[in-house]
């Protein structure tokens, strides 16, 4: 076995190559429920998921929600813009280090480093010019690996090009909205 940043290599080369042989594979369906709690705050449970129509058991998550006092929330939780950006990362973190484990790359350290602008007037329906989300995020990635920048470079670009967040954010994604009357 060889490991890099954490990752088996071996294994991952055989999901590689399994993926690469039965494409069918690579289906996934991911699922969360929310329901709210009252005030701004929510809860979000996900649990199994499917793998090319096979359920997958998997232990329960919960994830809170809320606003910051300044919000007129209870900050019992991150709130769901700030959610967005945790999520960004975790998913940067799992293409950085699977994409580098690939390469023979190890990583000492990594983190990142999101901030975004949102205009409320959006969110408040109070100016059709104001967007109601993100005008924009930054980040900022920050490694120490044993590469060489133009290495790093070449690494950082690839995640861009694959991280399933950074698409979803980047791109537009089709979202269908049913509303069911209780």
Not at 36 to 48: K, M, P, Q, V, Y
Not at 73 to 97: F, K, Q, W
Not at 108 to 128: A, C, P, Q, T, V
Request: aromatic fraction near 8%; include cysteine.
């Amino acid at each position: 076995m060889t490991d890099v940043n954490g990752l088996d290599v071996d294994e991952l080369e055989s999901l590689i190559e399994g993926v690469s042989a039965e494409p069918e594979q690579a289906s996934f369906t991911f699922r969360a429920e929310t329901e709210w709690t009252g005030g701004f705050a929510s809860e979000t449970r996900i649990s199994d998921f499917e793998q090319n129509e096979t359920t997958i058991e998997s232990p329960e998550f919960t994830v809170t929600g809320d606003e910051p006092a300044a919000l007129l929330g209870e900050r019992t939780g991150p709130n769901a813009v700030e959610h967005l950006l945790a999520a960004i990362g975790s998913c940067l973190s799992v293409t950085y280090a699977g994409h580098a484990a690939a390469k023979g790359i190890e990583i000492d350290d990594m983190r990142f480093e999101f901030e975004g602008d949102i205009d409320l007037r959006g969110f408040l329906g109070l100016s059709d010019e104001v967007r109601a989300g993100y005008e924009e995020i930054r980040a900022t990635t920050h490694i120490d690996a044993d590469a060489d920048d133009e290495e790093l470079e070449a690494l950082h670009e690839e995640v861009l090009e694959t991280s399933p967040l950074y698409d979803n954010v980047t791109n537009q994604v089709s979202l269908e909205f049913d509303l069911d009357f209780a």
